[in-house]
Each structure stands twice: as structure tokens, then as C-alpha cells.
T-cell receptor, first 115, second 114 residues
Framework: AQSVTQLDSQVPVFEEAPVELRCNYS??????LFWYVQYPNQGLQLLLK??????LVKGINGFEAEFNKSQTSFHLRKPSVHISDTAEYFC?????????????FGQGTILTVHP | DSGVTQTPKHLITATGQRVTLRCSPR?????VYWYQQSLDQGLQFLIQ???????AKGNILERFSAQQFPDLHSELNLSSLELGDSALYFC?????????????FGEGSWLTVV
């Protein structure tokens, strides 16, 4: 079965602290990996994606993620969070070698940044 | 602003009714996707079109149907609505509809069935 698991449903953190949002995937085929952010009452916005090459991917708003093939993980990190980072974050995959680009999403992680 | 436009933004309707959600993709994008977001199911892929043709189908109920028109806009039709169909419906688009393409999401259409 192919799936995406976000290991934490909620992550509270204080402003200026580092944060890591965890994502693991299970797939019988190679995947492309994505992180999206959803602010309240808005659509999803791409933070970053991994297609190939360097396993450390940098995205917008100071976020980065590292692809680990052996652990089938793609964890999202930020060294110092801001109040404005409060949102829900989704990890997603699409499947290489297929003709469709649909994304399979994890259940989401709500990041709450406290002052 | 992603460039993907969805209408209406909010919709309240009664059980048993039918509604149509409309989507205009980003300029230049040929592929359109529909997703349903609910608290219990999360983000579920419904269907994908590429240049007017259905490319992939997900967890779309038989009461739901979609199409992509020659001008590339898309409509999602939901019929015989049930309370459980209340959700946020997203339209998204990408250039070619292939794996690895960035998919851009609209702001969604909130459907409430009462």
C-alpha cells in the first residue's frame, strides 16, 4: 500500500525556537516529495519539493527538508520559527513513472507558534 | 494568489440537491485536479483532467462528476447531496499533469449541506 504518514498531528513551539515536522512515506515505486502549507481559510501553497539531486531541499520562508531514501522520510525543518508560521503543513508524494501527477497527502500537522 | 480561481467560495444547500463548482486553472496549465478536504478524511484526491481528457480517478463518488471544457476550465458536479458531503473542495492545476509538476491550489469552495 502506498501512503504518507505525518507523525505528529499537532506541534506547539515557542517563537524563535527550531521546529521539525516529520513525514514518512510508503511506496512500491519511486516518488517525488512535496511540502505544502495551508494558512487559515486559504488554499495550499507549495513550500518546497524534492525531485532529484541533493537530498537537502530549501524552500520558501526559511524552510528546508531532507530526503532520506533508506528511512523513506522527508522531514521539514526551520531553525527559528515566527508567529506567522502558524498553519497546517502537509507532506505529499507523487509517483514516478506514472502518467498522472496527482498528489497523495498525509493527514497534516498543525504547527502553533506561541509568543 | 496562485492564479487558480474557484467559484463559489461558499455554498449552503439542502440534502438531496445538486450543485456545480467551477474552476479556472492558471494561465497555461493544461491539467486540473479536484480534491476534497474534510476533518475526518483529510485531503482526498477526486479526479484529474488533462486537456479535456480524464487522466486519473480517485475516491470520487458516483454521485459526483466532473469535466474539463475546451477552454480548460473545469466543473465538479455534486448531486443527491448528503450531510457527509459537507467539505472544502479544492481545484488545482499544473502545466502538464505529470509527476513532479508543481500543483497550484485555489482557495477552495466551502460546501455546507444542511
Amino acid at each position: 500500500a502506498q501512503s504518507v504518514t505525518q507523525l505528529d498531528s499537532q506541534v506547539p513551539v515557542f517563537e524563535e525556537a527550531p521546529v521539525e515536522l516529520r513525514c514518512n512515506y510508503s511506496s512500491s515505486v519511486s516518488v517525488y516529495l512535496f511540502w505544502y502549507v495551508q494558512y487559515p481559510n486559504q488554499g495550499l501553497q507549495l513550500l518546497l519539493k524534492y525531485l532529484s539531486g541533493s537530498t537537502l531541499v530549501k524552500g520558501i520562508n526559511g524552510f528546508e527538508a531532507e530526503f532520506n531514501k533508506s528511512q523513506t522520510s522527508f522531514h521539514l525543518r526551520k531553525p527559528s520559527v515566527h508567529i506567522s508560521d502558524t498553519a497546517e503543513y502537509f507532506c505529499a508524494v507523487s509517483y514516478r513513472g506514472t502518467s498522472y501527477g496527482k498528489l497523495t497527502f498525509g493527514q497534516g500537522t498543525i504547527l502553533t507558534v506561541h509568543p | 494568489d496562485s492564479g487558480v480561481t474557484q467559484t463559489p467560495k461558499h455554498l449552503i444547500t439542502a440534502t438531496g440537491q445538486r450543485v456545480t463548482l467551477r474552476c479556472s486553472p492558471r494561465s497555461g496549465d493544461l491539467s486540473v485536479y479536484w480534491y476534497q478536504q474534510s476533518l475526518d478524511q483529510g485531503l482526498q484526491f477526486l479526479i484529474q483532467y488533462y486537456n479535456g481528457e480524464e487522466r486519473a480517478k480517485g475516491n470520487i463518488l458516483e454521485r459526483f462528476s466532473a469535466q474539463q471544457f475546451p477552454d480548460l476550465h473545469s466543473e465538479l458536479n455534486l448531486s443527491s447531496l448528503e450531510l457527509g458531503d459537507s467539505a472544502l473542495y479544492f481545484c488545482a492545476s499544473s502545466v502538464e499533469g505529470r509527476p513532479g509538476n508543481t500543483i497550484y491550489f485555489g482557495e477552495g469552495s466551502w460546501l455546507t449541506v444542511v
